[in-house]
C-alpha cells in the first residue's frame, strides 16, 4: 500500500521546488497545477514500488503512447513486451 501523506509531501516538495527555482513568479496557488505535481509524486510513488521488469514494461507503453508515427519502433517496442510478459 502507499504512504499518502508521504506523496502528499513529495506534491508540496515538486510545487515549492517549481517555485524555489523560479524566484520572479507569484506563489499563487491553483488546483490544476497542484494536481499535475500530485499525479508527478504519485507516478513516482508507483514506479518506486515496481521490479526492473515492470518498469521497463511502463516504460514501453508510455513511449508508445506519446509517439504519433512510429511504427517501425511500436513493432520493436511490442515485440520487447510482448517478450517481457512471457
Known amino acids: 500500500m502507499f504512504d ?3 506523496i502528499m509531501k513529495a506534491a508540496w516538495a515538486l510545487w515549492s521546488a517549481h517555485y ?6 507569484a506563489r499563487e496557488f491553483e488546483i490544476e497545477e497542484f494536481g499535475f505535481y500530485l499525479s508527478v509524486a504519485w507516478r513516482n510513488a508507483r ?7 515492470a518498469k521497463r514494461r511502463a516504460s514501453i507503453s508510455r ?8 511504427e517501425r519502433r511500436r513493432r520493436e517496442l511490442d ?3 510482448a ?3 512471457g
Not at 63 to 70: A, G, M, S
Open 4 to 6: 499518502r501523506s508521504e
Open 83 to 85: 517478450s517481457i510478459a
Open 79 to 81: 515485440a520487447e513486451l
Open 20 to 25: 524555489d527555482a523560479h524566484p520572479n513568479l
Open 63 to 70: 513511449e508508445i503512447d506519446q509517439r504519433v508515427d512510429i
Open 47 to 53: 514506479d518506486a514500488a515496481m521490479t526492473g521488469t
